[in-house]
């Protein structure tokens, strides 16, 4: 949501915003991806299942989508920056 409200408070032209919800939309498919493999395989994990927790099942999703971001996202418009793996995992 706080994505959107960027997006939509920037003063840019069609062909930026079309960029930008690409990206939005990569991203989304992205995370989609990465919960469906770890559902998936937790078994093989060796970690208890989420699959009876929704509360803990959300915490996960917000924790892999916010990973991404810090990962990944490379966004001037909302002054965000990825960080590349070598300080996402000393954070």
């Known amino acids: 949501m706080v994505l959107i409200i960027a997006i939509l408070n920037d003063e840019t032209n069609?062909?930026?915003l079309y960029e930008k919800f690409t990206c939005y939309h990569?991203?989304?498919?992205?995370?989609i991806v990465m919960n469906t493999n770890f559902l998936l395989l937790q078994d093989k994990f060796g970690v208890r299942s989420l699959r009876h927790s929704p509360a803990e099942l959300m915490a996960s999703l917000y924790l892999q989508v916010a990973t991404t971001l810090v990962v990944y996202a490379n966004w001037s418009f909302v002054r965000i920056k990825g960080m590349e793996w070598d300080w996402t995992s000393v954070i």
């Open 14 to 16: 069609r062909d930026e």
């Open 26 to 31: 990569l991203l989304v498919e992205i995370v």
